[in-house]
């Protein structure tokens, strides 16, 4: 097990930032295996208090190079587009935005969580005497009242 060093671990961050996978950088003779690098980020080993958070601004930035990979990645295809560059194109951008979701939910996954906590004063927050109300309608009148909103939406809130 490789001992923990400062350069090693600055040489690490760069790269993630820059793209490359922490196998990747792990293959190269002068790094530590990805076992070791995991445990530095743990704060195991004799591994700086920087390393940690330095190590996650450094998975943010990597996802941040594949956003600008995926942006790339459409730009070359739209100037070079072939059927076969155009199905190789978009498997990879698709690989890419699941990485991206993965990797930084909150900045590039599907939608934000909100969290509305259980606050009595939050209009936002729904009672459980409104929920248990609206559990015990039937089918039939859920979907009535649905209709109900849509259409008084349609109108501009029914006013």
């Known amino acids: 097990m490789a001992a923990y060093s400062e350069d090693i671990a600055t040489e690490i961050c760069d790269r993630l930032a820059s793209g490359e996978s922490l196998e990747s950088i792990c293959r190269d003779d002068a790094m530590p295996c990805s076992k070791t690098v995991r445990r530095w980020r743990d704060g195991e080993r004799g ?8 190590y996650a601004r450094a998975r ?3 996802a941040d190079h594949y956003f600008d990979r995926l942006i790339d990645l459409a730009d070359e295809n739209a100037m070079h587009a072939t059927s076969e560059s155009t199905g190789a194109a978009k498997l990879q951008s698709d690989n890419i935005k699941w990485s991206l979701k993965v990797m930084n939910r909150a900045k590039y996954g599907d939608r934000s969580a909100v ?7 939050n ?3 729904a ?6 109300i609206a559990e015990s309608l039937s089918p039939e009148a859920r979907k ?3 209709k109900m909103a ?3 939406m349609q109108k501009g809130g029914g006013e």
């Open 47 to 54: 591994a700086s208090d920087k390393f940690g958070p330095n």
């Open 60 to 62: 943010l930035d990597q």
């Open 115 to 121: 969290d509305l906590g259980n606050q009595p004063d």
């Open 123 to 125: 209009p936002l927050t």
């Open 127 to 132: 009672s459980k005497e409104a929920r248990a």
């Open 144 to 146: 009535a009242i649905r």
């Open 150 to 152: 849509h259409d008084d």
